[in-house]
């Protein structure tokens, strides 16, 4: 089926529930609390006839509680066979440095736990060890990728090989064994994958070196800085890599890799002014790139898109988008660099700061690129979309499942992580005026400024939005409480009540619960615009005879009564 833009991120949005029931998040097992992973080392083979992998995922962590046993997640198409732990060695020692000195250790794999007896582990709190997990077998098929996910083996128009992952919904314990949860993110990881010679493999971080041998390529590269498990991807494919460089709003350059596939090469060397453009607005518009002491790499991938660290998936075709003159796809995984890979929701109740504020940074750059109007008709199209079903930030914790679909009686709020959390943003713009408006997005990006000059991963942080608004108040000086309770923490949407009297003119804001909401309206009279308070949610003034419009042009995320 063909998509239109607005259909395709309302897929996005919508990731199908996973029919075997392999989720990412939620609440953690003690067994899984009772560690902080500190590294992964992952080398694979890869066999693209027969659809199989097969490799070793060393995990160097550090002890938060004692406990009797760790539990890592793999999926059960998978086969565990064996385990081994120890003691751990530096965290910058060489891989087989990393393998020596452990010692075979007891495990099950039941239920897509590795259940790990640690009694060879170092046991005091604060002390690192590490554990190594020799696996392999058929990886689950992505059925329908990204939104169900897993391996995706397809062939180029030549009949070669092209390979990609995508594990957003499930987690990456679909081809790798790690802690599944969003918490716990790797300081660095290095990345090791065999394939047959002639074929390219592209993925995260900054490459190290690759080397054939017997008609196979292994080729290494090194993540430097702390990286969500489902944004680690590989792909493979005869790719044709496409080179530039970028000063950075920082004053260092970043460099730009694009994998295309033979057959699009002259549309790759094109679409690079593209990529150029769009990471120039999100660097003046949230900061400097973060991950620029690696890359900022794009691949051709047969799926649609995901947000993989430094290694965006781009599958949109070069079909750019049907409403305005720009490339969505890329722009939309461009965002998550920021918001999804730099500021990272600890919890997936949280989930609209990746895609809410991702969301709306299409309308900003419409409207730096071609005007207020084509703001405004963005915004139209995406209110379409708001649903209003259940609060934008539940109570956590929650699942990647549980964050899109209905459980156990509850609602979720599903594609309003998207469409509302950028209304959200819309309606917060007017409130505080682009003054205050864009130092609040560049602070909710990086919070000490100084930070904005590091490579080194330090300025990579979890995030949840008692910190947005705590960073948005510090900003402003402003209480921006009875704001976010309103419109994340409760499904209904308030209501502006209006009725003229005798040519007075009464608002009033009739919100969720009863809650207060003292949000300023516009209203032009006779053709002047002005900003009026409602300090208590509520105002009157004298209009006479004149021609009245309330909240022009709709800047304000409410009820409208249909």
Sequence with gaps: MTLTMTAAVAALALLAQDPLGNTSGGALLDEQAAFDVLHYDLALDVDPDAQAISGTLIMTARVVAPAREIVLHLDQSLQVSGVSGGVAAATDAAPEERAADLRTAKFRHEDG??????ASFAAERGATFRVAVDYGGKPRVAQRPPWEGGFTWQTTESGAHWIAT?????????????????????????????????LVVATNGR???????????????????PIANYTVALNVAPYVELTRTMQSVAGDEIPIHFWVLPENEEKGKAFLDEIVDHLRFFEETCGPYPFRGDKYG??????????????????????GDPNFDYDW???????????????TARDWADFWIHEGIGTYMQPLYLERKFGRDAYDKKMQIDLLRVLNNAPMVPKPPRTTDSIYFSQDGGDAPGGDIYFKGSWVCHSLRWLLGDEKFFPVLRRWAYPDPELEATTDGSAVRFADTDELIRIAEEVTGDDLKWFFEVYVRRAALPELVTRNEGGVLYLEWKAPDDLPFPMPIEVVIDGTARRIPMADGK?????????????PGHKLLRELRR
């Excluded at 736990?113 to 640690?118: A, F, G, P, Y």
């Excluded at 300081?187 to 002639?198: M, Q, R």
């Excluded at 794009?298 to 079909?319: C, D, F, K, W």
């Design 166 to 198: 995508s594990c957003q919904g499930e987690g990456a314990d679909l081809w790798w064994p790690c802690k599944d949860h969003p918490s716990d993110k790797p300081d660095a990881f290095d990345l090791s994958f065999t394939v047959p010679e002639g």
């Design 539 to 551: 105002t009157s003034f004298e209009v006479g005879e004149a021609e009245v419009e309330i909240d």
């Design 207 to 225: 490459h190290l070196e690759s080397v054939t041998e017997k008609g196979r390529t292994t080729s290494r590269w090194r993540v430097t800085t």
């Design 298 to 319: 794009v691949v051709e991938t047969p799926h649609l898109g995901m947000e993989h660290q430094s290694i965006i998936a781009y599958g949109n075709r070069y079909n």
């Design 329 to 343: 796809l890329h722009h939309h995984e461009l965002a998550h660099e920021w918001w999804a890979n730099l500021v």
């Design 113 to 118: 736990l590795i259940w790990i007896d640690s």
